[in-house]
């Protein structure tokens, strides 16, 4: 699994950079920092393609800017995802690999609905990047997103979500997570997760431990293998 | 008048009034050195008698150079590009016009010998005169100008046979007369016929395997000595030795001196040895020039006004008629049609020659010879008309038709960009040029520099920068870009004050060693200058600040906007700089406590101003206010 970690200063970000430690110890993660590796955003377009021609599940995590990506992910996209290599004739280089987005945005999660005061939905914002990947040929699965985050205060406000993106990325690199319903659902945590009895509990167990959890992670469904 | 010196003083004045005036005039400068001529010679001042004949003889060697410089442009693999219309076209020209001038003569009622040498008279034109009108416009390159060149060149090949022919066309015998100039009779020319043929190949071998295998090492190590006077000996030295040694072996002077300029056109010297040799070049056929003018016999054109008048003019015209056909023939665009017919239309200068020469073997009479004389002058005084006529009346028409072809061609054939100085600064800015497929010409002071960088692929040329001739030879006029890399602050200031008054058009893009030095250059209006260590010390800046800890991306965006922050101070200070060294190190020790204090006052604002677009905390805030109302 790849990793692909976009935050112009994460030395300022909050819940990015809380979301990224609790993951980059991850076996099986390759975890690639864009504005580290290419700080004047001159991207090396080889190194990108071999990355991904390395791992089968690319995770794009950033923080989500004016409804869209930070700069270096769209110069990324622009540059890496060549015409022949990853779409059009001969294309076929990311053929079948799964991909899906790790977002943090500052509003709430009633913003990002037709009624709230954003007026589209996650997935609908994500357009661009879901049809990228159908042109890639990639599986592209519903977002997962840390919503409000301006809220959210300190390690005990973001735990919840910090262990919940792990266990997210432990179950699509262990192929525990139905992949039907992950690319229909609206939010990758609404999807229905397949998962070990000990996890769910502990999954649980930090849920009933966090008095600020929202719903969202509340009514989640964790269904045992 | 007689001395040395006076004739001296009557040339140079003659010259110094006349062509600025004539250029001034818009004439340029040939027409302005015949009118001179006309004005210092016997029919006017009469401050230049017989004399001027062998003065002219001398000037001629100024031709000599001139076919060594245009070699020194003509790279081997180009020559034989242009095979064709030296061959084809150029003998065309020479066979039909020799043709044509011979039935002209019949039908005036010169007998059968003589119209056939004024044939051979007439179909040659005027090398000084064409290629200088030429290159004084910056039409060398153009179509017509390499057509033009490639008939000249021809024509220079072509009397070689003629001078063999003259004393057979003799009505009687006449014994081997003694000639000044291109014919001259050696004791080569007592030798069998094999021979003769032996001493001509072994002298042509003789131009371009020195050329290849001993001049280029002789001139390193000349130009390692820096002596530039030592350096222009050798190059006179170089073109006088090669015409004495084609006069020995009868080949015409100006033809061994272009061939060695072939041979050494991709020699490293090169535009050194145009440095050099130019001034003289330009001297000479002035003076060439102003004889001619001065040899006008206005005697006979009032003894017989509408005779000389006439054949002048039928002359002109019946060259150019057949010209301007070969040029259709030869599918040449219109603007280089009319420039190949007019500018070729006249008697060249060997007609003087051959004119003597004919005279003397019995060829032709004087009766004839001596009006011929004043048409070849007059035709050649007419010829800078014809180019006037040229540029005012004809290609304004023609190229409002094809466009701007005539200028393309001439700038697609140089290099944009001119690189001074080639060491560790210049390289780079080269390498890049080359690595997108921009040419650029070098120049460089150090010969050895000189030599490993040729070896290496590069178009390097050995020469002070800060002289115009070398400037000029480098193509200047004709680029776009000019890179100024020498690390000499002082050799950096000259040649940008000569590059800023002789090129007003080139860009200079200026390497600076420091502020003073930076300043300075700015003083001269140089509208980019960089100096030569801030962008690899801020480099090293940046890597420093990631090694503390700071993330890749914000060490970068913090070293941009200290360099916009240095670059602002550079700008405000340069007002201080009034080139008063005084006011300049005290306002600069000043500036160095200001920017002490700015650094430390501005830093972290400049910092939060960078970040607000990313500072959530401001966001987080109105994102509680708004709970509260709401």
Same mark, same amino acid.
């Given at each position: 699994?790849?990793?692909?970690?976009?935050?112009?200063?994460?030395?300022?970000?909050?819940?990015?950079?809380?979301?990224?430690?609790?993951?980059?110890?991850?076996?099986?993660?390759?975890?690639?920092?864009?504005? *580290? @590796?290419?700080?004047?955003?001159?991207?090396?377009? #080889?190194?990108?393609? /071999?990355? !991904? %021609?390395?791992?089968?599940?690319?995770?794009?995590?950033?923080?989500?800017?004016?409804?869209?990506?930070?700069?270096?992910?769209?110069?990324?996209?622009?540059?890496?995802?060549?015409?022949?290599?990853?779409?059009?004739?001969?294309?076929?280089?990311?053929?079948?690999?799964?991909?899906?987005?790790?977002?943090?945005?500052?509003?709430? *999660? @009633?913003?990002?609905?037709?009624?709230?005061?954003? #007026?589209?939905?996650? /997935?609908? !914002? %994500?357009?661009?990047?879901?049809?990228?990947?159908?042109?890639?040929?990639?599986?592209?699965?519903?977002?997962?997103?840390?919503?409000?985050?301006?809220?959210?205060?300190?390690?005990?406000?973001?735990?919840?979500?910090?262990?919940?993106?792990?266990?997210?990325?432990?179950?699509?690199?262990?192929?525990?997570?139905?992949?039907?319903?992950? @690319?229909?659902?609206?939010?990758?945590?609404?999807?229905?997760?397949?998962?070990?009895?000990?996890?769910?509990?502990?999954?649980?167990?930090?849920?009933?431990?966090?008095?600020?959890?929202?719903?969202?992670?509340?009514?989640?469904?964790?269904?045992?293998? | 008048?007689?001395?040395?010196?006076?004739?001296?003083?009557?040339?140079?004045?003659?010259?110094?009034?006349?062509?600025?005036?004539?250029?001034?005039?818009?004439?340029?400068?040939?027409?302005?050195?015949?009118?001179?001529?006309?004005?210092?010679?016997?029919?006017?001042?009469?401050?230049?008698?017989?004399?001027?004949?062998?003065?002219?003889?001398?000037?001629?060697?100024?031709?000599?150079?001139?076919?060594?410089?245009?070699?020194?442009?003509?790279?081997?693999?180009?020559?034989?590009?242009?095979?064709?219309?030296?061959?084809?076209?150029?003998?065309?020209?020479?066979?039909?016009?020799?043709?044509?001038?011979?039935?002209?003569?019949?039908?005036?009622?010169?007998?059968?010998?003589?119209?056939?040498?004024?044939?051979?008279?007439?179909?040659?034109?005027?090398?000084?005169?064409?290629?200088?009108?030429?290159?004084?416009?910056?039409?060398?390159?153009?179509?017509?100008?390499?057509?033009?060149?490639?008939?000249?060149?021809?024509?220079?090949?072509?009397?070689?046979?003629?001078?063999?022919?003259?004393?057979?066309?003799?009505?009687?015998?006449?014994?081997?007369?003694?000639?000044?100039?291109?014919?001259?009779?050696?004791?080569?020319?007592?030798?069998?016929?094999?021979?003769?043929?032996?001493?001509l190949l072994g002298a042509v071998a003789v131009v371009v395997l020195s050329g290849r295998f001993v001049v280029r090492p002789a001139f390193r190590l000349l130009a390692a000595t820096r002596l530039r006077e030592v350096f222009t000996a050798a190059a006179l030295f170089l073109v006088v030795g090669i015409a004495l040694l084609m006069d020995t072996v009868g080949l015409s002077p100006a033809l061994g001196t272009f061939l060695a300029g072939v041979v050494l056109a991709e020699s490293e010297y090169r535009h050194e040895l145009e440095g050099d040799i130019e001034p003289f070049k330009g001297l000479l056929?002035?003076?060439?020039?102003?004889?001619?003018?001065?040899?006008?016999?206005?005697?006979?054109?009032?003894?017989?006004?509408?005779?000389?008048?006439?054949?002048?003019?039928?002359?002109?015209?019946?060259?150019?008629?057949?010209?301007?056909?070969?040029?259709?023939?030869?599918?040449?665009?219109?603007?280089?049609?009319?420039?190949?017919?007019?500018?070729?239309?006249?008697?060249?200068?060997?007609?003087?020659?051959?004119?003597?020469?004919?005279?003397?073997?019995?060829?032709?009479?004087?009766?004839?010879?001596?009006?011929?004389?004043?048409?070849?002058?007059?035709?050649?005084?007419?010829?800078?008309?014809?180019?006037?006529?040229l540029e005012r009346v004809i290609l304004p028409r023609v190229t409002a038709t094809v466009g701007q072809r005539v200028h393309d061609e001439v700038e697609s054939s140089e290099h944009p960009v001119v690189i001074a100085g080639f060491g560790r600064y210049g390289q780079v800015v080269g390498r890049i040029l080359k690595a997108n497929g921009i040419g650029a010409t070098v120049l460089d002071l150090d010969s050895n520099m000189v030599d490993v960088l040729r070896r290496l692929g590069h178009r390097v040329y050995y020469g002070d920068a800060s002289r115009p001739e070398l400037l000029h030879a480098a193509?200047?006029?004709?680029?776009?870009?000019?890179?100024?890399?020498?690390?000499?602050?002082?050799?950096?200031?000259?040649?940008?004050?000569?590059?800023?008054?002789?090129?007003?058009?080139?860009?200079?893009?200026?390497?600076?060693?420091?502020?003073?030095?930076?300043?300075?250059?700015?003083?001269?209006?140089?509208?980019?200058?960089?100096?030569?260590?801030?962008?690899?010390?801020?480099?090293?800046?940046?890597?420093?600040?990631?090694?503390?800890?700071?993330?890749?991306?914000?060490?970068?965006?913090?070293?941009?906007?200290?360099?916009?922050?240095?670059?602002?101070?550079?700008?405000?200070?340069?007002?201080?700089?009034?080139?008063?060294?005084?006011?300049?190190?005290?306002?600069?020790?000043?500036?160095?406590?200001?920017?002490?204090?700015?650094?430390?006052?501005?830093?972290?604002?400049?910092?939060?101003?960078?970040?607000?677009?990313?500072?959530?905390?401001?966001?987080?805030?109105?994102?509680?206010?708004?709970?509260?109302?709401?």
């Amino acid at each position: 699994m790849l990793l692909l970690f976009a935050h112009p200063v994460l030395e300022r970000s909050r819940a990015n950079r809380r979301l990224l430690a609790g993951v980059r110890d991850l076996p099986g993660v390759t975890v690639h920092d864009l504005y *580290e @590796a290419y700080p004047t955003l001159a991207i090396d377009v #080889r190194r990108e393609q /071999r990355l !991904l %021609l390395d791992h089968d599940v690319i995770v794009f995590q950033h923080p989500f800017y004016w409804y869209s990506v930070p700069a270096i992910l769209k110069e990324w996209q622009d540059l890496v995802l060549e015409h022949g290599w990853a779409y059009g004739a001969g294309g076929d280089a990311l053929r079948g690999k799964i991909t899906f987005n790790a977002i943090t945005t500052g509003g709430s *999660e @009633a913003a990002y609905r037709r009624e709230g005061s954003n #007026r589209f939905t996650m /997935r609908e !914002l %994500l357009a661009p990047w879901d049809q990228t990947a159908h042109l890639c040929k990639m599986t592209f699965l519903a977002p997962f997103v840390v919503h409000a985050t301006l809220k959210l205060v300190g390690d005990d406000g973001f735990g919840p979500h910090v262990a919940l993106y792990r266990q997210i990325l432990e179950a699509v690199r262990d192929h525990r997570l139905d992949l039907a319903a992950a @690319a229909n659902a609206e939010r990758l945590d609404e999807a229905h997760v397949r998962t070990s009895a000990a996890s769910a509990t502990a999954a649980s167990a930090t849920a009933a431990n966090t008095s600020a959890t929202p719903p969202t992670i509340a009514t989640n469904t964790l269904e045992v293998r | 008048m007689d001395s040395l010196l006076g004739q001296a003083f009557v040339y140079l004045a003659a010259a110094v009034i006349g062509v600025p005036i004539a250029k001034r005039l818009g004439l340029g400068s040939v027409l302005g050195y015949l009118l001179a001529g006309v004005v210092i010679g016997p029919w006017a001042l009469g401050l230049v008698g017989t004399e001027g004949q062998d003065v002219m003889h001398f000037a001629e060697f100024g031709v000599v150079m001139m076919l060594f410089l245009v070699g020194l442009e003509l790279r081997p693999a180009l020559l034989w590009q242009l095979r064709r219309p030296i061959l084809g076209l150029g003998g065309l020209q020479v066979v039909v016009t020799i043709a044509a001038a011979t039935a002209g003569g019949l039908a005036l009622g010169v007998d059968a010998r003589q119209s056939l040498a004024l044939g051979m008279i007439i179909a040659m034109s005027s090398t000084a005169i064409v290629l200088q009108s030429l290159g004084e416009r910056g039409l060398m390159k153009s179509g017509g100008g390499q057509a033009s060149f490639s008939v000249l060149l021809f024509q220079d090949l072509a009397v070689i046979p003629m001078l063999a022919l003259f004393p057979l066309l003799a009505a009687h015998g006449v014994a081997h007369a003694e000639d000044h100039g291109h014919g001259e009779v050696s004791f080569v020319a007592s030798l069998p016929a094999w021979a003769q043929a032996l001493a001509l190949l072994g002298a042509v071998a003789v131009v371009v395997l020195s050329g290849r295998f001993v001049v280029r090492p002789a001139f390193r190590l000349l130009a390692a000595t820096r002596l530039r006077e030592v350096f222009t000996a050798a190059a006179l030295f170089l073109v006088v030795g090669i015409a004495l040694l084609m006069d020995t072996v009868g080949l015409s002077p100006a033809l061994g001196t272009f061939l060695a300029g072939v041979v050494l056109a991709e020699s490293e010297y090169r535009h050194e040895l145009e440095g050099d040799i130019e001034p003289f070049k330009g001297l000479l056929l002035g003076l060439f020039f102003i004889s001619v003018g001065a040899q006008i016999d206005f005697g006979l054109v009032r003894a017989a006004p509408l005779t000389i008048v006439g054949l002048v003019v039928g002359v002109v015209t019946l060259k150019a008629a057949i010209l301007y056909g070969l040029a259709v023939a030869f599918r040449l665009d219109p603007a280089s049609r009319w420039l190949f017919a007019l500018g070729l239309a006249q008697v060249g200068e060997f007609a003087f020659v051959l004119l003597s020469f004919g005279e003397q073997q019995g060829v032709l009479v004087p009766a004839v010879s001596g009006p011929m004389l004043a048409v070849v002058a007059l035709s050649m005084a007419i010829t800078p008309l014809g180019f006037v006529l040229l540029e005012r009346v004809i290609l304004p028409r023609v190229t409002a038709t094809v466009g701007q072809r005539v200028h393309d061609e001439v700038e697609s054939s140089e290099h944009p960009v001119v690189i001074a100085g080639f060491g560790r600064y210049g390289q780079v800015v080269g390498r890049i040029l080359k690595a997108n497929g921009i040419g650029a010409t070098v120049l460089d002071l150090d010969s050895n520099m000189v030599d490993v960088l040729r070896r290496l692929g590069h178009r390097v040329y050995y020469g002070d920068a800060s002289r115009p001739e070398l400037l000029h030879a480098a193509g200047c006029a004709h680029a776009k870009v000019f890179v100024l890399a020498v690390d000499d602050p002082e050799q950096g200031v000259l040649i940008a004050k000569t590059v800023k008054h002789e090129f007003p058009h080139l860009k200079i893009v200026a390497r600076a060693r420091n502020r003073p030095h930076h300043y300075e250059l700015r003083a001269l209006g140089i509208e980019h200058i960089t100096r030569e260590t801030v962008a690899s010390a801020v480099e090293s800046a940046t890597r420093t600040l990631q090694y503390v800890g700071f993330r890749a991306h914000t060490a970068h965006r913090m070293a941009r906007l200290w360099r916009e922050h240095d670059e602002r101070l550079i700008e405000d200070l340069a007002a201080l700089w009034g080139g008063d060294q005084n006011t300049y190190f005290a306002a600069a020790r000043r500036a160095s406590e200001e920017a002490e204090r700015l650094i430390q006052a501005e830093a972290p604002r400049v910092y939060a101003d960078a970040d607000a677009a990313w500072d959530n905390e401001v966001l987080r805030s109105e994102d509680a206010r708004s709970d509260e109302r709401g």
